[in-house]
């Protein structure tokens, strides 16, 4: 099947089917990635063990829930964790509106490269995601972005493993990053 503007989709669900591979379509391309490492998948629960108990009523976190972009019926992202409206339990739909999404945390894999993970980034600013959570466990590292404008984040903040991540409005509390694994050196 050749991909065509119109059924990037159908190619995506094809491909995750038959390799079991994890697709999305970030600007009218397929991105393709393994499931994850037990340290990144230990990331993830981390921080939604984190989440839940702290989250205001009517929000939940959830995995596996893609986000669309706005405009694209072809152009999705599926973050890591994302806090969506608890309605979403209840939702037909396969993609989440992007202003729904109070919170999304992406946990960079062991082999992603800078330009992947700017234009991915970038995706999230441009679909107008508010909060935008990027865990690297290659190099110990996070940052925090918000207020997204004109396909780029406004605001940013980044520390190290070990210092807490200020969550804004409307969490209002600090997740704590000292619980995360780093990726082993593989050189």
Known sequence: MHPRPGNLRAVA????????????????????????????AGTIRRMRKQLEPRIQA??????????AMPDDPDDYCTP?????????????????????????VEVISKSEKAREITEKNDWYALAG??????????????ALYTHPREGSYQGSLRGKFGEEVPLPDPFGFTLETSCL?????TR
């Open 13 to 40: 669900e094809q491909i995750e089917k038959a390799t079991g591979l994890h697709v999305e379509i970030l600007g009218g391309n397929l991105v393709m990635s393994p499931t994850p490492r037990g340290k990144h």
């Open 58 to 67: 009517g929000l939940a976190t959830y995995e596996v829930s893609s986000i």
């Open 80 to 104: 890591d964790l994302v806090v969506l409206p608890e309605a979403w339990d209840e939702d037909d739909e396969w993609l989440a509106d992007p202003g729904d999404v109070e919170l999304a």
């Open 129 to 142: 995601v508010r909060t935008l959570l990027v865990i690297d466990p290659r190099h110990g590292v996070w």
């Open 181 to 185: 694994p780093l990726y082993s050196d």
